[in-house]
């Protein structure tokens, strides 16, 4: 086993720029997640917008009422009754919704022909359709409770706030055996494969373009030792390179996100664990076909971060696939990568675990088994071919 000793020997030797690219990729992973917390959480939590009342009408248990209310409901932003103060602060989005309650409004209301209330709401905001649904809610409440008996305008806004205060019993249900999935997990099962590829090319480009020296080559080929029995041992380095980067980026996954997981369905986790472990495969096949094209240094690095990246975006790694027009989801399509990011999200979402359910993400694995497969096919011709080259650069030297 003397070329798989040297072969660990050639990896020590880099274990500095492994050690810097696991290094940015934990930091990425931690940051992140941390940055969009509330973007990935899978819990339910009500929305909090900002508003604004430009009471013009004067002070009334009406308008009174209204404030109160979505007080409840919300954050009160007080602004001066200014155009442009009005203007900026929607703008800067420092508030969400603004009503105006124009001059005469109380009595309007309660004669029955109520005026409109002037509205501005932050464009392309879900929060100030809500808010003007609480407005609606309140109005049309009062109205109905003002009708019945004659009521008082104080009496009337004081039992429909009482009324809109009453809260239901909720119990959140989950659908399956375990629970969800947090998705800073599956963030983290997505950017994988990226540094996956990215060491695994350069663990391997490292080896072969050491024993593809020259003088080295020449050298081994004078020894007793078989050639086939010098690449097997190389090989068999390669692959277990490749199952220590799995095994390393599987248990840096489980220390930061260990805690998140609790109570999720055993099945769950493995499933994201034996596609983390195909995508791996696949790395190894296509840094079979290009490492024996790269000898320096330089180009190595630059090969594993441009196939890296450009893969991961192409695949949906980066982003995400919904963003993605028709023509380049089908480009996407023939990368191993697309496969992989639409496991995890299948896995992601997995409610039951029948066959059916089941059924996209073998197909996904299998994919990737497939594409590995390929790549490994073609690195066998390389590989015959290669040497040949090599072999008659050496004897014209």
């Known amino acids: ?8 020997i050639i990896i020590k030797g880099r274990s500095a720029a492994f050690a810097i690219y ?13 940055l969009g917390s509330e973007e990935y959480t899978v819990d339910f939590k009500e929305t909090t917008p900002n508003f604004t009342i430009i009471n013009r009408d004067g002070d009334s248990h009406l308008s009174d009422g209204l404030a109160a209310f979505l007080s409840t409901r919300g954050n009160n932003v007080m602004l001066e009754d200014r155009k442009d103060a009005l203007q900026d602060a929607s703008f800067y989005r420092a508030t969400d919704f603004i009503a105006i309650l124009p001059q005469g409004f109380r009595d309007a209301f309660w004669s029955g022909n109520p005026l409109a209330i002037e509205t501005v709401a932050t464009p392309n905001s879900a929060t100030g359709l809500y808010v003007d649904m609480l407005v609606n809610q309140y109005l049309n409440q009062v109205r109905i409770t003002g009708s019945l008996g004659g009521a008082s305008e104080e009496t009337a806004v004081q039992t429909a706030l009482e009324d809109l205060a009453a809260e239901a019993a909720v119990e959140v249900a989950r659908f399956g055996a375990g629970a969800p999935v947090d998705m800073t997990f599956l963030l983290y099962a997505r950017f994988l494969c990226y540094i996956a590829l990215v060491l695994v090319i350069l663990c391997i480009s490292i080896v072969t373009s050491s024993f593809r020296r020259p003088d080295l080559r020449m050298r081994n080929l004078c020894s007793p030792m078989r050639p086939r029995f010098m ?3 190389q090989i068999l380095c390669g692959v277990l390179f490749c199952f220590a980067t799995w095994l ?16 999720v369905d055993a099945r769950i986790i493995g499933l994201v664990l034996l596609n983390s472990f195909a995508v791996t495969i696949v790395s190894l096949s296509i840094a079979s076909v290009i490492c024996p094209f790269m000898n320096s240094p330089n180009a190595q690095n630059a090969a594993a971060n441009f196939l890296g990246l450009g893969l991961c975006f192409l695949g949906g790694v980066f982003v995400p696939l919904n963003l993605f027009g028709e023509g380049m ?20 979402s997995l409610t039951s675990f029948t066959g059916e359910a089941l059924a996209p993400i073998w197909q996904a694995m299998l994919t990737q088994l497939i594409f590995a497969a390929a790549f490994f096919c073609i690195s066998l011709v390389v ?14 030297s």
């Open 1 to 8: 086993m003397r070329v798989f000793k040297a072969c660990l």
């Open 22 to 34: 696991l290094s940015v990729f934990i930091a990425m992973s931690i940051i992140i997640p941390m």
């Open 231 to 233: 690449s097997a041992q």
């Open 248 to 263: 390393l980026l599987t248990a840096f996954g489980f220390i930061i996100y260990g805690s998140t997981l609790a109570g």
């Open 329 to 348: 989801i089908a480009v996407s399509r023939f990368t191993p990568m697309y496969w992989y990011v639409m496991a995890v999200d299948q896995i992601g």
């Open 383 to 396: 590989s015959k071919h290669l040497p040949m080259r090599s072999s008659t650069a050496i004897h014209n």
